[in-house]
């Protein structure tokens, strides 16, 4: 059985949530492999709003489970929130629904303040992080001196670690509240472990070795499901650094952060809007600081879900997409929000862009450079009719089939799936990645 990586093709906020709540139906198992509590995936079913941060998608979904693996940093005050309001909605009554690896490493107070000082000291040259301390967490996992979830089930061992980490944290904290002008928080080694050890005591029925688990899935022939946060171009070593995620957002991380093998994965999916968009800093050649960027941003509700922050808007970008097709190894493309380019009488596709006179169809490997190139756009014919209704490919407009097709054309990759609006249902599949 084939098992499928769900990953953003651009820079996150693509609909990834969407799209793994509808395959979900076709899989057991579903498996978030990186990013912490900084994503957020909204769902909406049965006209109901669900915002999910750390547990997987696929949580909607009786009798499947949903695997927080090894490669996240978990922040156990949000899980445990989210934990509470889906079982307050008579969701996930059976623990053994979710799976925490033991593995995954924690978030704490400390690196909440070290990020948010961060920025603050940076002033102009801020990142636009989320504030809620991923990467700071993820450095000290690279630096061995973090602390995963197994440890908030020995009371002892946490308190040793938090008191030796918290330590040095205080130093640094200090540091930065001087420079950034900022108070200094108050943080209590017993405080910490207090509340972290009754966190663990809650969690602990879903704390287990989430490898072994998948690997047992995986030798039962299960289909599984991977789901990806933020976008390809967030990624640390792939993306537009230094604006990027302090994780691996790509495909390849997928076995990495589950603790699987390459070989357990069979396809991978790529999200893409049907325009593009970007929060924080960073480069963004096709961006329209105009009345269409702002219709874009209003029509397509582009507010972040964790930080509310409004997204800067632009036309679809294809050079991305294509890079995001070979770092990935895209089988398929998933297109979201189309319904919000109607009414739009022309439509513009970036294909290359112009850096100093010169032609370029592949994204620069400078940042710099690509801060400076001019996109190249090319034409298309818009449409008035609204897509609500639209259940198949010919029930769309034919100009919005000719946009389709444009995208598969330039891209190299098949459209097989397109999303109409916010419902589950509105949503047209054309192949099925866990039957195609």
């Not at 076709?26 to 492999?33: D, L, N, W």
């Not at 996930?92 to 603050?120: C, G, M, N, Y």
């Not at 992080?129 to 990467?135: A, F, N």
């Not at 089939?401 to 891209?411: C, D, G, N, P």
Request: overall charge neutral; proline content about 5%; hydrophobic content about 40%.
């Amino acid at each position: 059985m084939p098992n499928v990586v769900v990953v953003g093709a651009q820079w996150g906020d693509e609909g990834k949530g969407k799209v793994v709540d509808l395959l979900t139906e076709h899989a057991q198992v579903v498996v978030r492999f990186q990013g912490g509590n900084n994503a957020g995936h909204t769902l909406v079913v049965g006209g109901q709003k669900t915002v999910l941060h750390l547990i997987p998608s696929g949580i909607l979904h009786a009798g499947k489970t949903c695997v927080i693996g090894n490669g996240c940093v978990v922040d156990p005050t949000v899980l445990m929130k989210e934990v509470d309001g889906l079982t307050s909605r008579g969701l996930l009554a059976d623990p053994t629904q979710l799976l925490i690896s033991e593995h995954a490493h924690v978030i704490f107070p400390w690196h909440k303040h070290l990020d948010t000082l961060r920025e603050k000291a940076r002033g102009g040259s801020a990142i636009g992080t989320t504030g809620r301390g991923i990467g700071p967490a993820y450095e000290d996992k690279v630096v061995r001196r973090g602390i995963r979830m197994r440890d908030l089930l020995d009371v002892e061992r946490l308190r040793r670690r938090v008191k030796d980490r918290l330590q040095t944290a205080l130093e640094e904290i200090a540091q930065l509240a001087k420079k950034a002008k900022a108070d200094e928080p108050l943080l209590d080694t017993e405080a910490i472990v207090s509340e972290y050890a009754v966190l663990g005591s809650r969690l602990a029925p879903h704390i287990k070795d989430a490898s072994l688990y998948l690997s047992e899935h995986v030798r039962k022939g299960s289909r599984m499901l991977f789901e990806g946060a933020q976008g390809t171009l967030l990624d640390v070593d792939h993306g537009t650094y230094p604006y990027v995620t302090s994780s691996n957002t790509v495909a390849g991380n997928a076995a990495v952060g589950s603790g699987l093998g390459p070989t357990a994965i069979d396809r991978v999916m790529g999200i893409s809007k049907a325009y593009t968009t970007r929060v924080g800093g960073g480069p963004f050649p096709t961006e329209l600081g105009d009345e269409t960027g702002e219709r874009l941003r209003k029509v397509g509700a582009e507010f972040g879900a964790t930080t509310g922050r409004p997204r800067r808007c632009g036309w679809l970008d294809t050079v991305v997409l294509r890079y995001a097709a070979r770092v990935n190894g895209l089988w398929g493309l998933a297109v979201t929000k189309m319904d919000v380019l109607s009414g739009l009488s022309t439509l513009k596709i970036c294909t290359a862009y112009e850096l100093d006179g010169q032609r370029l169809t592949e994204l620069p490997g400078e940042l710099e450079d690509l801060s400076r190139v001019t996109p190249i756009y090319e034409e298309l014919p818009g449409w008035e009719q609204s897509l609500a209704g639209a259940r198949t490919i010919e029930d769309l407009p034919p100009a919005a089939q000719r946009y389709l097709r444009r995208i598969e054309e330039i891209v190299g990759v098949p459209v097989v799936c397109v999303s109409v609006g916010a419902e589950r249902g509105e949503t047209i599949i054309l192949q099925n990645p866990f039957r195609a």
